[in-house]
């Protein structure tokens, strides 16, 4: 069984190959949390750690389906088989990846600043209840990229990321049964779409508000 299904899952990522358009993130050093002050901050996101990251490469945009939307209700076991699938080198983002690749050089809440741009961020309602956002998913690369040239970092679905859930970065166990989310979805508020918020989602939760993007190790 487990013979047919790394094969059905090379075949899926040999034929989804042409969607994917990858984007070397250089290595750099960055700080990993909450910035100081932030009011949406949760323990979730302290201790503020000091993190060296080693080049590699991410997909422009997140994995998508034959509408060119993102590929959503997948499950973590099924989102790291897709990667895995693609080849040798091919496989989910860690959370320090992920953050680092979202953050882009910028030490603000937001890659933009205090808020989030709308030019950049798919999200429905700002913190006053206003309507900024269309109220629905997106195409995958709809707007503006980031410093790095990835598109649909925060807001439009969350993301999977390869760690195990932690409470926090001080803590040094993973619980193997729940998985990082990161990113925020459109139909969340502006305090979840943060570069620091991260959550845990049990590994074979299914969401129309959840996807993913693929990471590739550089050749050595």
Known sequence: MESLRAESSR???????????????????????CVPDDKFASAHELPRT????????????????????????VSWDEAADFCSGLGEGYRLPTEQEWEYACRA??????????RPDPCQVNFLYDELGNRVGPGRLLPAGWGEAN????HDMLGNVCEWVADGWRPNYASALDDLNLKVIRG????????????????????GVRRDNVGFRVARDLPQ
Not at 18 to 29: D, K, Q, S
């Open 50 to 73: 000091t993190v060296e990251v080693a080049a590699f490469e991410l997909s422009r945009h997140l994995a998508i389906d034959g509408a060119g939307l993102p590929r959503v209700n």
């Open 105 to 114: 050089g910028s030490t603000t809440a937001y890659p933009t600043g205090d």
């Open 184 to 203: 925020g979805a459109w139909d969340y508020l502006p305090r979840l779409l943060r570069s620091s918020w991260r959550d845990g989602l049990g590994r």
């Open 147 to 150: 410093a790095f040239g990835l």
């Open 11 to 33: 075949a899926v990522g040999r034929r989804s190959m042409a969607n994917l358009e990858m984007v070397r993130v250089p290595a750099g050093l960055f700080v990993m949390g």
